[in-house]
């Protein structure tokens, strides 16, 4: 199975984005960072033990998909939404949603609109490859309302006609919009209107039938949200690991149980992936959070307990 | 008629030409100002000309090369008082030179903190922290330049010809080489890889006295694909182990990126099409119907659909195409498409050159008793590659500047890279410089190579008579 | 063999440079209507130079040359005006390849002194006769031998009714067989007076219908004499070293 | 001699395979075919099965459904409940305009180049040297995405029209929109127009345009009538008339009727809500495509005509001068004649690359067929297998009827030799 | 000059056709070692087809042709065989331009009779001399003159030590001196005692060296004589005729 081929290469093929601010990009030395790339470390700490064991191999819209089935990577960690065809279809498994997210719109805030449904006529700029442009045609078709369709490959390319007036409409999943305001020169003068036309729960996939490997990658995403609802983080994970009063924090922390075992790995996998870059709270904050220049609130991608979706399943 | 006689007894001197058509004033009015059109268009053009190195030039320097951000480099530039459309911003390009170069290809961290003393560790996050900028270009890619060199010295006996011959050495070996220093790995696998070329040679060698050439060279393309096939892997893994062995660091081909990426990929294709290339314009040449059927089929069929589906193929198809649970790299995938595409276009070079030829040096081979091969090898095929060369050249040049197309299918060469950087907070909204900069590296290889190839025709022409 | 009084070509105190090199050095010459003038002279002398700049195909950059009449500035309706009147013949012919015999002749009639097509084609064919060739008419100059190509290159220049006719080296790429074809033809033109400049170093030409020889060398005229003078008995050194090069062949 | 004996019989041997040249080559052929369908069915047999594996059925019944997506540019109708045929049909068109335009554009720049790189202005001669050197030496896919970001980020948005004291304005009398989406340019609109006609339920055609188009070319035949008098006139007399006025006349007068009997107007652009609402609109990813392949072309064609005009040896201008030819008649009736043949064949071939590099016009978002079928549609659907196949055939179709095209009409200006 | 009775070249009833064009009609020829053999005849009558016929450079397609006891069939080792025995001189000589005269001359020995390099090398300057241009061996042959070339390649055929020599109208694209340059060389041989069929038409050069002269016309043999008949007292009409314009010259 895929476990036995990422250990015996003793790295992690990982497909990210070709860079959306935020979520994943790479640095002057060629070090990648992000939200979705922290899950491809956290899944790299627990099967091989080094969060930096990953090859980031980066994916258009168009390529994603084959790399993924081809086996060319073993784990699609870029914002692609969970749908019916995805799963059923094209033969792969989701194995969570690290974000939920939804089909945006940002505009100026010179041009005065303050709904979608405001937009007739407008040009609109979509990131293609995705489901973004088939959510479009539909919400534009349901409102009855003309619009002109600009399809754009890279997010950095959109920003660059959205920008300088080339559309008047940026869409794509708000959590990218957000990033993509964030950097702006100017981030107020452009906002993001309330609708939000479609549900797009963005997670990581496998390739479908191999469950081992799946169930790897679904614990290790399950691991981070529990760790934050636990309180677990990276700085007191040391000291938990030590055992605690918690039976569940144990079971998680592998210092109770044999969780590990049952997954193929040690006892230690779930520590390790969320020494890696903290847990999933951790994560958001550091890479899109309010405290980054993205600020991005947690909304529905807060802890069931705050009133958002995040959600894992019990650790028994 | 006596009056028509004239003799001069004194020969004239020679004399200076009017002032206005010699000098500087003469070579104006000659090239510059014949005729009121001319001087109403030269005018044109030099203000044109004067208008845009002025607005470039303002654009141009702007003392942003030590910016870290996008908005560091709009202070430095509002501070300096400039007014244009926006300065330029060099700070992306100081910040990101290395990575366009040499993409994601790991740095030598072990030699680095030798050099520094920082540990390895800290050389990774962040090497020029530690070490001056040319030293890491120099050691922290030591592999990749040296591969680099060796192509040169290895090129040398082919493109020069006062090279000395011992060169060929290097021609021979640095294939092998440079897979070794790129990809890492143990030296044993080029090394097998190499034999099976040899064991093909001496195939060749041993059969053709004895069996005919059409069987030795059928066999010298089968025996080395059995050995690579079936015992160079285990041969290679034998002495892998043994103390007899170079090991360098393995580097998966998907950590090529940048102007590195598209050098490979048009070395590989390059190198790989001259040789399937003068096979497909052989066989199209040939009298023979079906194989000139095949090969006019997959020339034309190359020839007629853009590299990018073919890349295409190679990203979504080729692994469909193999047996099931085969994986190879994308890398390799593109590097054999186009390496395809580039033999097609390479094909019809040759097959020009073939054609060029008088058919009295095709009989008088055959007179003196050579068979197809000899005669091939030995007469047509050495005057034919002559003949192609600027045409060999500029299918190199096309193949090379078609490389950057693999950024549609999310490889990181320049381009794609430039993508990347783009996407990251310090550079989100930089353009022009990077493509400017992208446009630099390929102007310079790609005139380089059309001046050579320039160079050469000259000297055929002249060669020749 | 009539020699007219009128003045056909006049050349005074020409010079010409290229870039500094002086190639033409105050050259003075008159050409009388129906004269036939051979020049001689060591290779990059500047025969052909000279030959070239009285039609314009160079320029020259001091004193004058007048061509029936009409003075060669850069004016080009001066210009087109004397290039009609002399009609030139090329060492390597510059036949149109693209086009047949026939169409090459009638070219220059039909668009440039605007004759209609079936008078400028018995012109043509009139003149092709008088070359000897008239059954080539329809090919194309690729399917000729270089003597019949030459031959026609001369037809074609007279199809322009020409009153002077430059002959630069025209037998010089010539095999010896079709050398003669040639010369013949040009005999036969020089017979009915046209007016001749024919540089070449055909001796026998020149004795047989020269009036006058000029011998060229450094791009000046060194002498001119009428031939049987000016073979037999040469006034200038230069000339009898030259001479006795030629003949010495 | 018409006795034809049979040749002796040999008795077959088996290394008559190789040794005997009959059968050599026979053999080879054999052997050759053997490991050609050995290849062939290897690989199909490979992709039968990771199909089956996947479970994908090859099957081109997805290409029926609906595509689900819009198209901004469309030369045929077309909604995102139409059938990904249609998409592919829409994408196609758009790179058979792309590529035509191109073609167009990238001869007339590259001739134009081409001989000013032979002028006898230094200057203009190094410029035009410099133009070729830059454009030939950087990647297309550069020039197209530089082209792109030139347009977005010097011209104006069409909100800089907008206000009482608008940054930007309307060129020409207000007809004309330049903005960094596109540019907006008067359309015709007809008042009493002759409606459409339906072909095969698969694209309509306007009637109007087909009435001006009738008109048009029996204007157009009637100037080539007039002309064909004028070549009979100078052939009897000399004299050409002089016809152009005739030929604009025939030509223009009838249409100027049929446009007024239509009822024609022009439809001007007009700023309205977000975008200019009227005229017809060129997109930017149309127009930086069209741009970049040109003048990138446009170097190689720039060469093609150098070296095909110096081809002609510097002898037939100097004859076709000493008999007194105009420089224009040279250049049409002698020099032009015989570089044509030169510069043709190499010419078809830069058509071909042109159209092949209208490929990348995803790069900047233009919807060719490329975008849609081996785009959105393949991207959508996953059906790669077959959405790459019927993308190849069709670059394969549109490559051999290009060159089929030229060859034919590069047989019919050749020269004849001996 | 001895002829021995040993048979060198048979050809019986050879017929051969360019598709549907009869180029060579029942073609029936002896040649005995040593015999020198010239064949003459107007142009388009299939002299080079003949000689081409002997080294298979064209195939023909019924009768047999035996060269040195070997029959040529299709079996490429036979026609190897034969191909060593026989060496050709083409008209045009078909030097390889990429190789100095002495690797021209090495080539074949090298590759096809696996001469050590110094042997052959030594061969090769020995014919050289013998074609009196050894001090050419390391030029180019686009550095040598027609006659010179011609003359290599002769050496390159004897370099092979062939038992049988073809000329095909070696001396034909000569400039007149050049010709007699060849011919000098080709007399040595013919007094040596080799093989010869000789495509010429240099009259001379048959009445020197020649056994027999074969007149042929389309396509077949007419008359066959020694030098002195055929030249004198030719018997068929065709002959008669030939000779006229040849001699007439
Ligand atoms: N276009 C040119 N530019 C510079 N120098 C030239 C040019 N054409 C000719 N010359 C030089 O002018 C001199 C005279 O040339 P010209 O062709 O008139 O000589 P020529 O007497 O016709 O010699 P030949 O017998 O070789 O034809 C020569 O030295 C030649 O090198
Ligand atoms: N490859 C060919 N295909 C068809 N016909 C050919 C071919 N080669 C030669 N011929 C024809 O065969 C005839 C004999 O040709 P061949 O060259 O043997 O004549 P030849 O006697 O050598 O004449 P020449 O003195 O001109 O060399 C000619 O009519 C020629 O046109
Ligand atoms: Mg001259
Ligand atoms: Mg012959």
């Excluded at chain 2, 070329?197 to 060698?205: D, M, T």
């Excluded at chain 2, 040759?350 to 197809?372: H, I, N, T």
Aim: aromatic share 10%.
């Amino acid at each position: 199975g895929t476990v036995d081929d990422v250990k015996a290469r003793g790295k992690l093929n990982c497909g990210v984005t070709t860079g959306v601010p935020g979520f994943a990009a790479p640095d002057a030395n060629g070090n990648w960072a992000g939200f979705d790339v922290a899950v491809c470390r956290a899944v790299a700490a627990a099967v091989l033990g080094d969060g930096t064991a990953v090859e980031f191999i980066p994916t258009t819209g168009k390529t994603r998909f084959t790399a993924l089935a081809s086996g060319e990577i073993d784990l699609l960690a870029r914002n692609t939404t969970w749908t019916f065809s995805r799963d059923v279809d094209l033969k792969f498994d989701f194995v969570g949603v690290n974000y939920y997210d939804g089909q945006g719109f940002m505009v100026p805030v010179e041009l005065g609109v303050s709904s979608a449904k405001e937009l007739d006529g407008a040009t609109v700029c979509i990131q293609t490859g995705t489901t973004t442009e088939l959510n479009l045609a539909d919400f534009f078709r349901a409102n009855n309302i003309s619009y002109e369709p600009v399809p754009i490959e890279t997010n950095a390319e959109a920003q660059q006609q959205y920008l300088a007036g080339a559309c008047d409409v940026y869409t794509t999943d708000a959590s990218a919009l957000a990033a993509t305001r964030a950097t702006f020169e100017a981030p107020d003068a452009h906002m993001v209107l309330p609708e939000i036309i479609s549900k797009e729960p963005l997670g990581p996939l496998v390739r479908h039938g191999d469950n081992e490997w799946g169930d790897i990658a679904r614990w290790t995403l399950n691991a981070l949200i529990t760790a934050e609802e636990l309180g677990v983080t990276s700085a007191n994970i040391g000291e938990m690991a030590n055992g605690t009063n918690n039976p569940e924090i144990n079971r998680l922390l592998g210092t109770e149980g044999n969780l590990g075992e049952m997954l193929g790995l040690d006892a230690d996998w779930a520590k390790r992936a969320i020494m890696v870059e903290g847990n999933y709270g951790e994560i958001f904050e550091k890479n899109i959070g309010l405290s980054t220049p993205i600020g991005i609130a947690r909304g529905l991608n807060a802890q069931w307990t705050d009133g958002g979706l995040i959600y894992s399943p019990p650790f028994r | 008629m006596s009056n028509i006689e004239f003799v001069r007894t004194e020969m004239l001197p020679e004399k200076e030409p009017p002032a206005s058509t010699v000098g500087p004033i003469g070579w104006m009015r000659e090239n510059l100002f014949n005729g009121i059109w001319n001087s109403i268009i030269t005018v044109l053009f030099v203000l044109a000309i004067v208008w845009t190195v002025l607005s470039l030039l303002g654009w141009g320097i702007q003392p942003t090369w030590n910016a870290k951000s996008l908005s560091e480099c709009r202070e430095i530039i509002a501070a300096t008082g400039y007014t244009g459309h926006s300065g330029a911003c060099w700070g992306v390009i100081n910040d990101r030179w290395l990575q366009l170069l040499y993409g994601f290809y790991p740095l030598d961290a072990n030699l680095l903190s030798a050099v520094s003393g920082a540990s390895a560790a800290e050389i990774l996050a962040d090497p020029r922290a530690h070490v001056a900028t040319p030293i890491v270009m120099i050691l922290g890619y030591w592999r990749l330049n040296l591969a680099i060199i060796l192509l040169f010295v290895g090129l040398a006996p082919v493109l020069i010809e006062r090279a000395p011959r011992k060169l060929l050495i290097v021609t021979v070996l640095f294939p092998f080489i440079d897979v070794w220093l790129m990809w890492g790995g143990s030296i044993w696998g080029p090394a097998m890889a190499f034999v099976g070329f040899v064991l093909g040679y001496f195939a060749f060698k041993i059969l053709a006295p004895i069996a005919g050439t059409l069987i030795a060279v059928i066999m010298s393309a089968v025996v080395p694909i059995i050995w690579w096939l079936f015992l160079s892997g285990s041969a290679a893994s034998i002495f892998a182990g043994s103390p007899i062995d170079l090991t360098l660091e393995p580097v998966s081909s998907r950590q090529f990126g940048g102007f590195f990426l598209s050098i490979s990929i048009g070395v590989v294709a390059i190198l790989g099409s001259l040789p399937l290339g003068i096979v497909l314009a052989l066989g199209r040449q040939s009298d023979l119907f079906i194989v000139k059927a095949l090969c006019v089929g997959f020339i034309e069929f190359i020839r007629g659909v853009p590299l990018i589906t073919l890349l295409f193929v190679a990203n979504n198809l080729l692994n469909i195409f193999m047996p099931p649970g085969t994986n190879f790299d994308v890398i390799l995938r593109v590097m054999i498409m186009v390496t395809l595409f580039a033999a097609a276009y390479m094909a019809e070079v040759v097959r020009g050159g073939l054609a060029a030829l008088p058919k009295g040096q095709y009989e008088a081979a055959d007179a003196l008793g050579l068979d197809y091969w000899k005669a091939q090898r030995l007469i047509i095929m050495p005057q034919a590659l002559k003949i192609s060369i600027p045409g060999i050249v500029s299918t190199f040049i096309g193949v090379f500047k078609d490389t950057t197309l693999v950024s549609i299918i999310s490889l990181m060469d320049p381009i794609g890279l430039s993508n990347a950087i783009r996407a990251n907070q310090e550079w989100n909204g930089i353009v022009w410089e990077l493509y400017a900069f992208i446009a630099l590296l390929f102007f310079v290889v790609c005139f380089s190579m059309s001046r050579y190839s320039m160079f050469l025709e000259r000297k055929l022409q002249t060669g020749h008579k | 063999m009539k020699v007219s009084d009128e003045v056909a070509i006049q050349i005074n105190n020409m010079n010409k440079w290229y870039g500094t090199f002086h190639v033409l050095r105050d050259i003075n010459l008159t050409v009388n209507q129906g004269e036939r003038i051979v020049i001689a002279g060591p290779s990059g002398s500047g025969k052909s130079t000279l030959i070239r700049c009285i039609n314009r195909l160079e320029e020259h950059q001091q004193g004058d040359i007048i061509v029936d009449g009409t003075e060669l500035t850069s004016d080009l309706k001066n210009i087109d005006k004397i290039r009609r009147e002399v009609g030139m013949c090329f060492q390597h012919f510059n036949l149109f390849p693209h086009l047949t015999i026939l169409e090459n002749c009638t070219l220059a009639p039909i668009w440039v002194r605007k004759t209609p097509r079936k008078e400028a084609e018995e012109t043509a064919m009139h003149f092709l006769e008088k070359v000897k060739i008239p059954e080539q008419a329809n090919k194309y100059p690729g399917q000729l031998s270089g003597g019949q190509q030459q031959r026609v290159a001369i037809a074609r220049s007279l199809c322009m009714k020409p009153r002077i006719m430059l002959f630069d080296e025209p037998t010089s790429a010539l095999d010896p067989e079709m050398i003669k074809e040639v010369l013949d033809t040009m005999i036969e033109l020089a017979e009915e007076g046209m007016t001749m400049l024919c540089v070449t170093h055909e001796m026998g030409f020149a004795r047989q219908v020269a009036n006058r020889v000029i011998f060229m060398d450094a791009g000046q005229i060194v002498e001119q004499n009428e031939p049987e003078e000016f073979f037999n008995n040469p006034k200038s050194e230069r000339t009898k070293l030259f001479l006795s090069q030629i003949l010495g062949h | 001699m018409t006795t034809l004996t049979d040749p002796p019989r040999e008795s077959f041997r088996l290394s008559m395979l190789i040794y005997d040249t009959r059968y050599r080559s026979l053999t080879i052929q054999v052997v050759a075919l053997i490991g050609f369908m050995a290849l062939a069915a290897w690989l199909v047999s490979n992709t039968a099965n990771n199909l089956a594996d996947l479970g994908k059925e090859p099957s081109f019944a997805f290409l029926n459904e609906p595509a689900s997506y819009d198209i901004n540019q469309r030369l045929i109708e077309y909604t995102s409940r139409d059938s990904h045929w249609r998409a592919a049909g829409v994408g196609l068109l758009n790179t058979l305009l792309v590529a035509v335009l191109g073609c167009i554009t990238a001869t007339i720049l590259g001739v134009v180049i081409g001989v000013l790189r032979l002028s006898n202005n230094w200057l203009v001669a190094k410029i035009m040297t410099v133009y070729v050197e830059m454009f030939r030496n950087v990647p297309v896919l550069l020039w197209i995405v530089f082209t792109m970001a030139i347009l977005i980020e010097t011209l104006p948005a069409p909100r800089a029209f907008r206000g009482d004291n608008p940054e930007a304005s309307m060129l020409l009398g207000d007809s004309v929109a330049v903005t960094n989406r596109g540019v907006y340019i008067p359309e015709i609109l007809f008042s009493r127009s002759l409606g459409n006609v339906d072909f095969f339920g698969f694209f309509n055609v306007s009637l109007d345009l087909i009435a001006i188009g009738a008109v048009l070319i029996a204007g157009i035949l009637i100037s080539k009538l007039i002309t064909r008098r004028a070549n009979v006139i100078q052939a009897a007399t000399g004299d050409r008339p002089v016809t152009w006025y005739k030929r604009l006349g025939v030509i223009c007068i009838p249409t100027l009727l049929v446009l007024w009997i239509l009822g024609y107007h022009l439809g001007y652009p007009e700023l309205k809500g977000f975008n200019f609402s009227g005229g017809t609109h060129l997109r930017n990813s149309l127009i930086a495509l069209w741009l970049a392949l040109s003048v990138y072309t446009a170097a190689f064609i720039a060469e093609i005509v150098r070296a095909g005009i110096m081809s002609v040896s510097k002898g037939q201008s100097e004859a076709a001068s000493a008999l007194g030819l105009s420089s224009r008649r040279t250049m049409n009736l002698v020099i032009l004649p015989q570089a044509l043949r030169v510069i043709i064949p190499p010419m078809i071939s830069n058509y071909l690359n042109l159209t092949k590099n209208s490929s990348l016009a995803i790069a900047v978002g233009y919807m060719d067929i490329t975008g849609t079928l081996g785009g959105i549609t393949m991207n959508q659907t996953g059906r790669e297998l077959e959405s790459i196949l019927l993308l190849m055939l069709i670059y394969l179709t549109i490559s051999l009827s290009i060159s089929a095209v030229m060859n034919w009409y590069n047989n019919s200006v050749k020269l004849v030799e001996r």
